[in-house]
């Protein structure tokens, strides 16, 4: 065996070879200088490693790994009725503009409706629903203030809030309803911008 026997000096120094091969590596270490100095040179280090106290203080592996875990960040469980209710929450801008949609839908059909009766293509018994046809009445009235006592002035009033006020019930209802949902969409981004922020700040 010409080629030295390195790869095996380990194994013949831990008396695991058997049969065939370690009469192989016997016979090589018999004529080869190099592979013998080698397998002293084992030999040293593994009684230098049996001297050496044994190290102290070193923690254990599982207790290691078990501190490494805690360490890193974890995101919380969320329940299902969380993930529900984030869900909810990014989809507040589609419902507020299906919301707005519908109102708008439901104006433009009412005022188509209305418009219709006005023109008398309707029952003349549906007219008391249109307060648009009010509208001109309590402008007359408004403009004779000027000899009217207090109670014409109280009737007036009263006529106006019946009649929905100047813009009729229909405007004045379809203004409220797109404050209501700008206010409420403004609300969303603002919690939208401070959750944002939160999480940057986590991140950093």
Do not use: K
């Amino acid at each position: 065996m010409t080629e030295h026997v390195t790869a095996w000096l380990g194994a013949y120094h831990d008396g695991e070879l058997r049969g065939r091969r370690l009469r192989q590596v016997e016979d090589h270490l018999a004529h080869c200088a190099t592979c013998r100095a080698e397998l002293e040179r084992l030999r040293a280090l593994a009684v230098l490693l049996g001297e050496s106290p044994v190290a102290e203080g070193l923690m254990p592996r599982e207790r290691f790994v078990a501190q490494v875990v805690l360490r890193l960040p974890r995101r919380p469980v969320r329940t299902a009725w969380q993930g529900a209710l984030e869900f909810g929450w990014r989809l507040t801008p589609v419902g507020l503009l299906g919301a707005w949609a519908f109102i708008q839908a439901v104006f433009l059909v009412s005022g188509v409706v209305m418009g219709a009766l006005q023109l008398g293509l309707g029952s003349d018994v549906t007219t008391w629903l249109l307060p648009a046809s009010r509208q001109g009445s309590w402008l007359a009235e408004v403009f004779g203030l000027s000899g009217a006592s207090l109670s014409d002035i109280g009737q007036i009033a009263l006529q106006l809030l019946d009649s929905g006020g100047p813009l009729g019930w229909g405007v004045t209802l379809n203004l409220v309803s797109l404050v209501v949902i700008g206010l409420l969409y403004c609300s969303w981004l603002a919690s939208w911008w401070a959750r944002r922020q939160h999480r940057g700040e986590g991140a950093t």
